[in-house]
């Protein structure tokens, strides 16, 4: 019975896991106190973290109906991340431990992001590949068995859903930016306008999203078909990550294809992955939306698996920004 704790960007998040088991998931927005600034301000982020920590993790022991004696461990992720808002879960997690003497491991968000998977589908086994995506990662890795990841591409500019928020901004659509310009691409044509497709001359598993969208952008300028330009500059976006993703499988025969990150909330993204997919014979595990973005529940799952394995952080645990994801 584990204790996940995420606040590494700006959702406050407590949950508890068993096993495959989600007993409680607990998701705390910051989303409207970010909007009118257009994106995550990192001061205003911990300051909130301070506030929600607590009411976030009670309401996690109600739901899941388990007392903290209960426990077994506590994971919380350790990077990468805004460091003050990492703090702010740290900090809870070594107190809580300290107070009811549980072990304490501190995770990796990228990996927590793969894990959600294995709690979302109970079909899916190691290995398989993972395309997480999300406004921080563009990453294609392949999921060997725990704790053992390659990253096979990964972004070499902007994250996917980076360029969404980007160019919701510059289309006055609001933030974030997937949502708003999903809903709008609804109304448009995605052949109107044809988008560069980054890198796609090279053989490479990277992707490239800033020439897209700054051709998407310089479109804006000479055109009031907005929902139009929404639908092309969705459409390249979804067609690059599918066709990237589809093909480092075949090429490493690798029969099962994952997806997370906050953009997997994207349907269309979603779609295609699951019809180009079957048409090539490869299984696709879609994660449940609220495992996709970020959340504690994956970061319960990751630790689970460590701390079985016998790790444990000190005291001495700190927020790393920057944290590499761990590969063996
Ligand atoms: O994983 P996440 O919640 O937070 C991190 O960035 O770690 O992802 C948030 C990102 C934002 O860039 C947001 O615009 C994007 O996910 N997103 C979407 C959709 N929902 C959220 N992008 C495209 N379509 C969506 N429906
Ligand atoms: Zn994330």
Known sequence: MILGIETSCDDTSAAVVCGREVKANIIASQTELHERFGGVVPEIASRRHLELMLPVLEEAFAQAKVTPEELTGIAVTQGPGLVGSLLVGISAAKSLALAYQLPLVGVHHTEGHLFANLLSDPKLEPPFLCLTVSGGHTDLILFQAPGRYQLLGRTRDDAAGEAFDKVARAMDLGYPGGPAIEKMAKRGDREAFPLPRGLSQEETWDFSFSGLKTATIQTL????????????????VVDVL??????????LKIGQVALSGGVAANSLLRSELARRGEEKGIYVSLPKLDLCTDNAAMIAAAGAWRLEKGERSGWDL???????????
Do not use: C, M, Y
């Not at 300028?221 to 390249?236: G, Y």
């Not at 599918?242 to 090429?251: P, Q």
């Not at 944290?323 to 063996?328: F, H, S, W």
């Open 242 to 251: 599918v066709e990237r993703t589809l093909s480092a499988a075949e090429g």
């Open 318 to 328: 700190n927020a790393v920004p920057n944290l590499p994801l761990p590969t063996a």
């Open 221 to 236: 300028r000479k055109t009031d078909r907005i929902a139009d330009l929404a639908a092309s500059f969705q459409w390249a």
